[in-house]
């Protein structure tokens, strides 16, 4: 009996011991199924940052998540860079399509922040965005840092993890020493015909210390009158279009200035010239433009055609006759009839005759010696003007 009921206190030992064995193990698997269901979000997706092309003169260091600008900013200035956002994989819970909209979760002294785009629909894990981000530095000195992180379409049980954003920390200095910068203004073309409707491109190249300076705004003129402004781009170049229809014939100067950036950059300017001309259709009989002519009278009837852009003739030209003694020797080969004399046109100056839509001016030779003359027409077409000469010879009486 003893025996007995030692073996039945055995037995009910072992199955108290089984019984414990069991109930750990039973709980060892709903603990690991607690923790597949109730903690998938660990095993999301989550957000890489990477910056870069940060404005000149301004660099980075650091890596995702945590960058420095390296050197003080100016008070007031703006900084601009790129910033990439790329999933990096940690599971496979999280769904896609996925919009995502970012913005600056915080920063101390309050700078001002634009993002550019700022959302995006990440269509699966391999997609990326880039956002051109702009950072107003505080006029007062101090130290700072701005984070960017995402704000919407983050978290949640098959969401997608935000991890901790992009903090960029820069330093606004105590003073500022801009940089000095050169403007080279390009006119393309530089030389147009009269009542021109192409349009002329103005072109203003910004550098500072040999390198291009992106991000500035170009102002031009013609004339001292607005003519457009425009944007310095990677290259440092700013472009734009001009109608020049309206502009007189001449000389008229173009200007581009850059006015600066405080603490950043200094002003610089350019100007060039821009003129226009008429189209010259040549001197009209009884002038041969071969230089062949031969004047016998007391009066040399000086014609000329002009037009503008268009062919249209030009009414209201100030044109010129000048006159050069080249030599005693007459080298035309052509005798012309003299036309009548006329006294009536006032200096140089020619008159306009509608009648043949030309210029004409009686150029009064009288007095002057036997031989060959150049004659040249002044439209005041200025640089770009051509030489509008031809020679004639002037034989009035016997040589001895």
Known sequence: MKVERTNQKGNDFNKSEGLMKGNMILGVFMAIAAVLIFAPAVFAYSIDYLAANISAPYQFSGSSGNYQITEPVNPGDTITFDLTFSIIGKGSTTTFPRPVEFGVQNSNGDPAVALDPSSFTFSSASSSFTTRVTILAPS???????????????????????????????????????????????????????????NVTLSAALTSGGAPVSGQIIDFTVDSNNAGSAGTGSDGIASTTYNPAWLAVGDHTVFASFEGQECLYNGSSDSKTLGVTYVFLGFQQPINADGSSVFKGNDIPVKIKIADANGTPVTDADAHVYFTFISSAVVGTSTEQPATAKNNEPGNTMRYDPSADQYIFNWDVTGLANGTYSIRIDLGEGSCGETHTVVVSIARKASK
């Open 140 to 198: 007062v000195p101090g130290a700072y840092h701005v984070k960017i992180a995402p704000i919407n379409g983050v978290g949640g049980g098959t969401g997608l993890s935000g991890e901790s954003g992009i903090l960029v920390h820069f330093t606004v200095a105590d003073s500022c020493s801009p940089d000095d910068t050169a403007l080279s203004l390009t006119v393309t073309p530089a030389c147009i015909l009269y009542r021109s409707t192409s």
